[in-house]
Each structure stands twice: as structure tokens, then as C-alpha cells.
């Protein structure tokens, strides 16, 4: 089976034999505060500032999952109040978890087919944070950099931060312009799911040690005390660590991966109007996401198309929320051949 699932997605094929080596090397079984794995866990995160062009003082974190940091941020850093910006089931998720813990976090909805216009919306100069999905799973949408450029400029005293779930390790991020970037792994990484990532700016973390806040299991202090050592504060995702390093290993630098994967976008957005029946859930190219392509049609075609492509060996990623009948989405992820595109290309045209 051939799958563009948007996540959990492909693994890479050579994650079986990390898999076989993790065993052999019984990776599996080590203390995550043995020097084994403080060796592996340093691999790891000097190859993410590698890989990814991430600045040397900028600190990255492990977590359980990208939505562990919804509420790491939220009990943390935020002092006063957030601002979150969304269109998408994710978004939303991630302003919902922060209300609960900082009741006067406001969201703003916008349209998933326009760009964010900061100039519609009240903000404060007081706001702590502003929210970002950088690339919304459920619609297919990204934020342009320009959009952060404007509220960085308006807005001088506010953490700058966001999801890059299904974006990170696919595209170039540039993260000097951001203070706060999570995601996971399952997506463009090519990995199993189960582990998340946390990346920090020193203005987030000073943020962090201002407001204080000790005594939870992932309380943000304690992990930030003991990653100066590769550990956690918790028992972490051993096994996935050591996949992530070997995984980055192999990796080209994100900027080599970053013109691949917008090249396929570009080809993929401009396939998809010629399907009879079918159109692009997200017309506009200022907001179209580069790694998750939204297809729209009735729920007929929909469930027709689905059945189909599984009779063919292939799987298409399913429709989110409301959009979880009349749209399917493919992932078009680092760890899809070219091969594997031309097939689902094939199979579309044929259908």
C-alpha cells in the first residue's frame, strides 16, 4: 500500500533497519540517563541545527507530542495574555487548550482563502504571545513569512509563536523570526509517531524564567535544566530519538529539501484543476500550504475516489472536521518518491 496519509505518514524504508539496529544495539533497553543515550541525544540535537539551520543559541526540547507544547506554552511562558490566528481544526485546537489555562487568550478566526490582515484585529501592546499555525494540517494553508515580518514590527515585545507540525523538516524555516516553533515528528521526518519537538529563542526562555513556574512533570524550567545535559525530565521516546538522529543523518540540508518539496507543490497545484470533478480546496497560492494539498469535490466523489485508490494500493489522507467529507488531502512529505507520485497521478487521471 502506497500511502499520502498527512500523518501519521510514510516512514522512510530504511526506519526498518534503524529499527533492527536499535535492537541489536539494545537502544531499546538503555537508561535515558546512561551516557549511551546522552551520546545519541546530543547527535540528535546538534544535527537538528545542522540539518534545519537552526541558530546555535536557540534550544531545542523533546516532548511527548506537538500537543504537549500547546499546554507547556500556555502554563509557562504566557504571563498576561495570547492572541491566536487560525482557520483550521488545529489552530483552533491550540486556542482552545490555551483559554482553558489562560482564560483571557483571545483567537481570531480568518478566512482559510485570504491572508491574514493584522489591521482587522485588536491587539494590544501588552499581548504576550502571538499564535500561528504556520502550516494548518486540516486546511492546507500556510503563513507567509511577510505576515510574521508585520506583526513582528508592530508588535516588538511579543513572543512569535508556531505550529510546524506538518511542515517542519520539509521546508525551509527561518527561525530567527520566531520564539517559539513546535512540531512532531510523524510527518515530514518520516518517522513513527510518539515524539515532539520544542524550539526556544533566549527571549522565550527569559520569558519562561520570569514567570517561574515549577512542580509540573514537563514544567518548562526542568526541562530546560536538563537538556544542558541531553536528558529529560521525564522518561522520554528513547527509541524515536535514536530514529531521529539516524534519520538526520542521511538528511540533506533542509534547504536542498526545501526546493524539492515546493517544486512538487507547484506541480501538484497545477494537476489538480485538470481532474474533472475535483478542485483545490484552497484556491489562492498566497496561502496554499507546500506540504499538504487539499482536494475538494462532493461527498459522492469523495468516498467513490477513496474506495477506489484502496482497491488500487493507495491510500489517500482523509478529509479533517467539516472538511472530513467532501476533501481528501495529500501529503506530499520528504519521504515520497517521485515514483510513488507519478503513480497517484496516473491513478487520478485514469479515474
Known amino acids: 500500500m502506497i500511502t ?3 500523518g501519521p505518514s510514510k516512514v522512510y524504508p530504511e526506519v526498518r533497519q534503524y529499527l533492527l539496529d536499535a535492537f541489536d544495539n539494545q537502544v531499546l533497553s538503555i537508561s535515558h540517563r546512561s551516557k549511551e543515550f546522552d551520546v545519541f541525544s546530543e547527535k540528535t540535537l546538534n544535527l537538528m541545527h545542522e540539518k534545519l539551520n537552526i541558530p546555535a543559541d ?3 526540547l523533546y516532548t511527548g507530542s506537538a500537543t504537549e507544547s500547546w499546554e507547556i506554552i500556555a502554563q509557562d511562558i504566557v504571563q498576561n495574555h495570547a492572541i491566536h490566528f487560525f482557520n483550521g481544526e488545529f489552530g483552533k485546537k491550540w486556542f482552545d487548550y490555551a483559554k482553558y489555562i489562560i482564560p483571557n487568550t483571545i483567537g481570531y478566526v480568518y478566512d482559510e482563502n485570504k491572508t491574514i490582515n493584522l489591521n482587522e484585529y485588536v491587539i494590544s501592546q501588552d499581548v504576550d504571545l502571538l499564535g500561528f499555525t504556520l502550516n494548518e494540517t486540516s486546511t492546507g494553508t500556510q503563513v ?3 505576515i510574521i515580518d508585520e506583526a513582528k514590527s508592530k508588535f516588538p515585545n511579543a513572543l512569535i509563536a508556531i505550529d510546524t507540525t506538518s511542515c517542519i523538516g520539509g521546508i525551509t524555516i527561518d527561525f530567527q523570526k520566531y520564539d517559539i516553533i513546535y512540531g512532531s515528528v510523524q510527518k515530514c521526518f518520516g518517522l513513527p ?3 515532539g519537538l520544542l524550539i526556544l529563542s533566549p527571549k522565550a526562555i527569559k520569558k519562561a524564567e520570569q514567570k517561574n513556574v515549577k512542580g509540573r512533570y514537563n514544567s518548562l524550567l526542568s526541562m530546560l ?3 544542558k545535559k541531553f536528558q529529560t525530565n521525564y522518561t522520554p521516546n528513547v527509541l524515536n530519538i535514536y530514529l531521529l538522529s539516524r534519520v538526520l543523518e542521511k538528511m540533506d540540508n533542509i534547504s536542498i529539501i526545501d526546493a524539492k518539496i515546493k517544486k512538487r507543490a507547484i506541480d501538484w497545484y497545477e494537476f489538480i484543476p485538470t481532474l474533472k470533478g475535483f478542485h483545490l480546496h484552497i484556491s489562492n497560492s498566497e496561502v496554499q500550504s507546500d506540504t499538504i494539498i487539499t482536494v475538494g469535490s462532493t461527498e459522492e466523489n469523495i468516498a467513490k475516489i477513496k474506495k477506489e485508490a484502496k482497491l488500487a494500493g493507495i491510500e489517500l489522507g482523509s478529509g479533517y472536521g467539516s472538511l472530513k467529507n467532501t476533501t ?5 512529505f520528504p519521504s515520497i518518491t517521485d515514483v510513488e507520485i507519478e503513480t497517484l ?7
Open 4 to 6: 499520502f496519509n498527512v
Open 225 to 227: 535544566d536538563q537538556i
Open 58 to 60: 536557540y534550544t531545542i
Open 193 to 195: 509517531a510518539g515524539l
Open 328 to 332: 481528501f488531502r495529500i501529503a506530499n
Open 345 to 351: 497521478k496516473t491513478f487520478l487521471k485514469k479515474i
Open 144 to 146: 507567509k513569512s511577510a
